[in-house]
């Protein structure tokens, strides 16, 4: 597996932006390349994402959920990941977001877009967009607080 750890401040308030990283079927609005995410139940979500040129599919099962802390995921089949979302206080209404994601480049393609940063790049993208998602709205869209 490939480790790559992203970040970046938020202007919003922490329960803010823990609530809209919870809204897992509006991924496809800022993560590059993310086609849908269903929430089957509280553990497993359904991925469909284009990944190196093609269509991947996998389910994705919550390990742990601490509220307004973190998120950590693995994958159950399909395309090999984990990781964490952590949120932290960066001041009066400003939330750091850390992303730690480990990824299993499949095939030769993959892995030479792994080396060539390709991951990481979209990793960073994908929280830039993020913010400007959320950033860019009143409030946050939903939220699901649920412990496991």
């Known amino acids: 597996m490939s480790t790559k750890e992203k970040s970046i401040e938020v ?3 922490l329960s803010t932006v823990y609530n809209q990283w919870t ?3 509006e991924f496809p609005q800022f993560m590059e390349g993310v086609e849908s995410v269903t929430q089957i139940d509280d553990r497993r979500l359904h991925w469909v994402a284009e990944i190196a040129g093609t269509r991947r599919e996998w389910e994705a099962e919550i390990v742990d959920q601490e ?3 973190r998120i950590a995921w693995r994958s159950l089949d399909g395309t090999g990941n984990a990781g964490v979302v952590s949120f932290e206080p960066a001041g009066a209404d400003r939330t750091k977001v850390v992303l730690d994601l480990d990824v299993e ?3 030769v ?3 030479i877009g792994d080396k060539l940063g390709f991951v990481s ?3 960073q993208g994908d ?3 993020f913010k400007e998602f959320i950033e860019s ?3 946050e869209t939903g939220a699901w607080r649920g412990q496991l």
């Open 137 to 139: 709205r009143p409030q």
């Open 67 to 69: 509220p307004d802390r």
């Open 23 to 25: 809204q897992f079927e």
């Open 109 to 111: 393609v993959e892995q």
């Open 127 to 129: 929280l830039e967009r």
């Open 105 to 107: 480049p499949e095939g």
């Open 11 to 13: 202007d919003r308030p």
């Open 121 to 123: 790049k979209r990793a």
